[in-house]
């Protein structure tokens, strides 16, 4: 049961750090999707075990994810080809459907709401240049001060942005939808909200503040 009534700040934020899958566009499921048709000739069993992983830990690049999946589920070496071409499958899979894939509800409000009001950045573990590139196409790129990708972690890259930013982690709000964001803000000290859609489980701590989407975020995050 998500829980939007207990969420609140003390003030507005000055800094958004947005994850970007399932925050922003609707792509997460197609994302998780991706990995069973990658390694639809393997074991059904082993299979399973990859998308129980890649659902828990949504933030962490593809590329980290195959080479832990070659060795630890499949027992295989993950050289750096096998790896690449794991990784190109997966990019040819997914690339077109997230070009196309719907927002998350209220999340192109947000960004049009809180343009000039907030800094606004994109922090996903999808491939840097990938990352840029579908948020050029989706004509979202002006409304980021930055956009960042893998292969840095989502925890460097946080610190990152409150320390360019020059506040306080406490001034700055996370927006993720995976542990990954979670664990990442928490470490930093700034506020996480966590994107939770009707009908999937809850990965977040019970106190962890976690809306269905971003209906209304401008409003309710009281930016003027």
């Not at 659902?55 to 070496?77: L, N, P, Q, S």
């Amino acid at each position: 049961m998500t829980n939007a009534t207990k969420f609140s700040l003390p003030r507005p934020p000055k800094v958004i750090i947005f994850d970007f899958d399932g925050v922003i566009l609707d792509s997460a499921g197609l994302k998780l999707s991706a990995y069973p048709k990658v390694y639809a000739n393997e074991d059904a069993a082993k299979v399973e075990a990859v998308v129980r992983h890649a659902e828990y830990h949504g933030g962490i690049t593809r590329r980290v994810k195959f080479e832990h999946y070659e060795r630890e589920i499949f027992g295989r070496k993950a050289d750096a080809a096998s790896v690449d071409a794991l990784c190109q499958r997966y990019f040819d899979i997914v690339y077109a459907e997230v070009l196309r894939c719907p927002f998350i509800d209220g999340a192109y409000d947000l960004l049009e709401h809180a343009a000039g009001k907030v800094r606004m950045h994109v922090i996903s573990g999808t491939p840097d240049s990938e990352l840029n590139q579908v948020v050029r196409e989706r004509g979202l790129a002006r409304y980021f001060v930055t956009v960042r990708g893998a292969p840095a972690t989502k925890r460097e890259r946080f610190g990152e942005i409150v320390a360019e930013e020059g506040c306080r982690p406490d001034e700055a709000l996370a927006i993720g939808d995976s542990m990954t964001e979670f664990e990442a803000a928490r470490d930093g000290g700034i506020p996480f909200l966590g994107i939770v859609p009707p009908g999937l489980d809850n990965p977040f701590p019970a106190a962890t503040p976690v809306w269905e989407s971003l209906s209304r975020a401008g409003d309710r995050l009281a930016i003027g």
